[in-house]
Nanobody, 124 residues
Framework: QVQLVESGGGLVQAGGSLRLSCVAS????????MGWFRQAPGKEREFVAV????????NYADSVKGRFTISRDNVKNTVYLKMNNLKPEDTAVYYC?????????????????WGEGTLVTVSS
């Protein structure tokens, strides 16, 4: 089992940047594929970005491609989401998620473990 704690959310103006961090507990972080998801007010939670357990493979939602970058540091047990050129429609609670992976390159979208979320608000 893994516990996830997000940080880095806040209020930013449109066009600005933020970097979210998610620290995972346990010594087997490198065995988990990770992802970031978000839920805007009144909407369902949606996929933002995922990364394989080695960090070699990533995938992004079309709405954030070219603006967001997911990365991970398996020494620090941390996954990051760098968000550039933020738009008001990026306003949401952002969740870090994990799923155990037996494969170095596998990406997952149905996650087993979730953090509590961190709020990102983008003003116009």
């Amino acid at each position: 089992q893994v516990q996830l704690v997000e940080s880095g959310g806040g209020l930013v103006q449109a066009g600005g940047s933020l970097r979210l961090s998610c620290v995972a507990s346990g010594r087997t972080f490198s065995g988990y594929a990770m992802g970031w998801f978000r839920q805007a007010p009144g909407k369902e939670r949606e996929f933002v970005a995922v990364i394989s357990r080695t960090g070699v493979r990533t995938n992004y939602a079309d709405s954030v491609k070219g603006r967001f970058t997911i990365s991970r540091d398996n020494v620090k047990n941390t996954v990051y989401l760098k968000m550039n050129n933020l738009k008001p429609e990026d306003t949401a609670v952002y969740y870090c998620a994990a799923r155990w992976s037996d494969y170095d390159l596998a990406l997952y979208y149905d996650m087993a473990y979730w953090g509590e979320g961190t709020l990102v608000t983008v003003s116009s």
